[in-house]
């Protein structure tokens, strides 16, 4: 079965760059989490988009921003990178119109920040 | 405020069951329990989610309580690539739509030979 695409997979930035990763939902779904795991922690949720609209908003920094496209597909965008946004960035996808929502989540990207 | 409440770490031996137990004594009468597990630094991957009745699937089954304070995970032959941190998470739907997963601090089980 398909599964979420999350690209690239490894991605290394100098402090105050810009980075976007990609996330690539299963077929079929129409909504999109974005999660961050800081080294040693657990996940925290980000953001996510329901229909290309933005649903909910977590601790997201204001230089992070995300959209979702008419093919689902988002995109999460980060500006000024600091040395504390390294990190590993999950996106999960799922359909409103499953049985309570299960959300699927992809193999990550790891962001190192120098 | 933590809404589940798991031991930090178990460890179990391959080919035995493991029992991961998983408190949410303030569950809400539409909350689900939800369990996933990450092994290391891969995504999270679901295994299992129930309201009130015991569910089963290929990977595990899930018993939760009468009064639904409290689950129990159970792995029925553990093998080692079952090693992961489990995450008993609570959720329900809101006006829109289900919403953000909580992850709290997990379960770190180690299944050893």
């Not at chain 2, 092994?39 to 009064?67: F, R, V, W």
């Not at chain 2, 689950?71 to 941190?85: F, N, Q």
Request: charged residues 20%.
């Amino acid at each position: 079965a398909a599964g979420v695409i999350q690209s690239p997979r490894h991605l290394i930035k100098e402090k105050r760059e810009t980075a976007t990763l990609k996330c690539y939902p299963i077929p079929r779904h129409d909504t999109v989490y974005w999660y961050q795991q800081g080294p040693g922690q657990d996940p925290q949720f980000l953001i996510s988009f329901y229909e290309k609209m933005q649903s909910d908003k977590g601790s997201i920094p204001d230089r992070f921003s995300a959209q979702q496209f008419s093919d689902y597909h988002s995109e999460l965008n980060m500006s000024s990178l600091e040395l504390g946004d390294s990190a590993l960035y999950f996106c999960a996808s799922s359909s409103q119109a499953s049985l309570q929502e299960t959300q699927y989540f992809g193999p990550g990207t790891r962001l190192l920040v120098l | 405020d933590a809404k589940t409440t798991q031991p930090p770490s178990m460890d179990c031996a391959e080919g035995r069951a493991a029992n991961l137990p998983c408190n949410h004594s303030t569950i809400s009468g539409n909350e689900y329990v939800y369990w996933y597990r990450q092994i290391h630094s891969q995504g999270p991957q679901y295994i299992i989610h129930g309201l009130k009745n015991n569910e089963t699937n290929e990977m595990a089954s899930l018993i939760i309580t009468e009064d639904r304070k409290s689950s129990t995970l159970i792995l029925p032959h553990a093998t080692l690539r079952d090693t992961a941190v489990y995450y008993c998470i609570v959720r329900a739907p809101t006006t829109d739509s289900w919403g953000k997963l909580q992850f709290g601090a997990g379960t770190q089980v180690v299944v050893t030979p």
